[in-house]
């Protein structure tokens, strides 16, 4: 490390006894400016004109593919999306809605109940719900294709908002008022009474 200290010493020396400093920090801005100024309007101080190779290379052409056109990927009715299952049913024939209730799980049953009504609009083909929609999306969309439904179907979501995202204790009675609006969600979706 000395050695390279001195040699910058004696180099620092040999140009400021030839070269005041107030020189040598003029010629470095400008310097510094002529560069600054090239850099800035690059490419426009290059000629334009600059000769050129000839060169024959030879030229290897891949063959052209052919593009396909894209056809809009449609869903067709009563094909089931991912996440949303129908009713489900328990093999000794209870829906698993009515096995949470019966074991105090209100909340739970609660959810279940808006699962089963979500599978069952997507089998009838009323919805096509992606992963990820919310259940006010799924009653607006359902709304629109069968307006019959969006009464009770709002109300069952609002229900299962207040219950799951709300932190608002599920009772007997919250899960009694979601069968009920999902009943009548069903008898609008078959044309049944409509109360």
């Given at each position: 490390?000395?050695?390279?200290?001195?040699?910058?010493?004696e180099f620092a020396a040999a140009v400021f006894d030839r070269i005041s400093p107030a020189l040598l920090l003029l010629l470095l801005l400008v310097g510094a400016?002529?560069?600054?100024?090239?850099?800035?309007?690059?490419?426009?101080?290059?000629?334009?004109?600059?000769?050129?190779?000839?060169?024959?290379?030879?030229?290897?052409?891949?063959?052209?593919?052919?593009?396909?056109?894209?056809?809009?990927?449609?869903?067709?009715?009563?094909?089931?999306?991912?996440?949303?299952?129908?009713?489900?049913?328990?093999?000794?024939?209870?829906?698993?809605?009515?096995?949470?209730?019966?074991?105090?799980?209100?909340?739970?049953?609660?959810?279940?109940?808006?699962?089963?009504?979500?599978?069952?609009?997507?089998?009838?083909?009323?919805?096509?719900?992606?992963?990820?929609?919310?259940?006010?999306?799924?009653?607006?969309?359902?709304?629109?294709?069968?307006?019959?439904?969006?009464?009770?179907?709002?109300?069952?979501?609002?229900?299962?908002?207040?219950?799951?995202?709300?932190?608002?204790?599920?009772?007997?009675?919250?899960?009694?008022h979601m069968r009920a609006l999902t009943g009548e969600v069903r008898n609008r979706m078959t044309g049944g009474p409509q109360t």
């Amino acid at each position: 490390m000395g050695a390279v200290t001195r040699i910058w010493d004696e180099f620092a020396a040999a140009v400021f006894d030839r070269i005041s400093p107030a020189l040598l920090l003029l010629l470095l801005l400008v310097g510094a400016g002529v560069i600054g100024s090239l850099w800035y309007y690059w490419p426009r101080w290059v000629p334009r004109r600059l000769p050129r190779l000839r060169l024959r290379l030879p030229r290897f052409h891949l063959p052209k593919r052919k593009k396909r056109a894209r056809k809009p990927a449609k869903t067709p009715k009563n094909v089931q999306e991912p996440g949303f299952k129908p009713t489900v049913v328990l093999p000794d024939g209870t829906l698993l809605a009515d096995k949470l209730a019966a074991e105090g799980r209100y909340a739970e049953a609660i959810r279940q109940r808006l699962r089963d009504i979500v599978g069952d609009l997507t089998q009838a083909g009323v919805i096509s719900p992606l992963p990820g929609t919310t259940a006010a999306e799924v009653a607006a969309s359902a709304a629109v294709h069968r307006p019959a439904v969006a009464a009770p179907l709002s109300g069952a979501t609002d229900l299962f908002s207040e219950v799951w995202y709300g932190d608002r204790p599920a009772q007997r009675t919250h899960d009694d008022h979601m069968r009920a609006l999902t009943g009548e969600v069903r008898n609008r979706m078959t044309g049944g009474p409509q109360t």
